[in-house]
């Protein structure tokens, strides 16, 4: 299992807003690690969506944004789109890992 | 433009060895850590570990101690992994990524508050006997 928890699934309607969270504990997000956000597409290569906890980069609309709060970290998007259906990792480190990569399991967004 | 660009789909025996090329153009190679990710199907992303280009210093998860080398050639601007004794479970979708690194005068650093920005197509590893 990950390090990150995260929901196996979320979903809403074209228009609404969703929020996935990843939930760490005090020897990754809550050892003051950042979070990253990362959407992939069936198939394709995943997708820097949101760094340091709460930057987008270039590109990435605002309908997008993280936060983060001790051991947990968010990622929500607004004006869903059809388009926006796909995974979504978060990614941090871990200091019981010797400051290794550690992602979340992923959550599969549907847009109904 | 910026690309990471990665060798193609490999078949493997059971105990062989795999190398995989990522070769990046667009950017200055020594400025950013290269990470190695791999995602089995329908599983999650899976990092493997990383090399700094400038100092050529590689991080690997523990997972994967002993099994995998992640090189790098600077004159050719390329990231390479190499995973050893290969087994079914292996059998994956392996990316190349890369990081900004930090920099403090001249010392570049790991950044932290910097994720993977530009990632490789995949390539495609099975482990089949």
């Known amino acids: 299992q990950s390090v990150l928890t995260q929901p196996p699934s979320v979903s809403g309607a074209p228009g609404q807003r969703v929020t996935i969270s990843c939930t760490g504990n005090?020897?990754?997000?809550?050892?003051?690690?950042?979070v990253h956000w990362y959407q992939q597409v069936p198939g394709t290569a995943p997708k820097l969506l949101i760094y340091?906890?709460?930057n987008r980069p270039s590109g990435v609309p605002d309908r997008f944004s993280g936060s983060k709060s001790g051991t947990s970290a968010s990622l929500a998007i607004t004006g869903l789109q059809a388009e926006d259906e796909a995974e979504y990792y978060c990614q941090s480190y871990d200091s019981d890992l010797s400051g290794s990569v550690v992602f979340g399991g992923g959550t599969k967004l549907t847009v109904l | 433009q910026v690309q990471l660009v990665q060798s193609g789909a490999e078949v493997k025996k059971p105990g062989a060895s795999v190398k995989v090329s990522c070769k990046t153009s667009?950017?200055?190679?020594?400025?950013?850590?290269m990470h190695w990710v791999r995602q089995a199907p329908g599983q999650r992303l899976e990092w493997m570990g990383r090399v700094d280009p400038a100092s050529g210093k590689t991080y690997y998860s523990q997972k994967f101690q002993g099994r995998v080398t992640i090189t790098r050639d600077r004159s050719a601007s390329t990231a390479y992994m190499e995973l050893s004794s290969l087994r079914s479970e292996d059998t994956a979708v392996y990316y190349c990524a890369r990081q900004e690194m930090g920099k403090v005068g001249a010392i570049y650093h790991y950044a932290y508050e910097y994720g993977m920005d530009v990632w490789g197509q995949g390539t495609t590893v099975t482990v089949s006997s």
């Open positions: 005090t020897s990754n997000l809550g050892a003051g690690y950042d």
């Open positions: 340091d906890n709460n």
């Open positions: 667009g950017f200055t190679f020594t400025y950013y850590a």
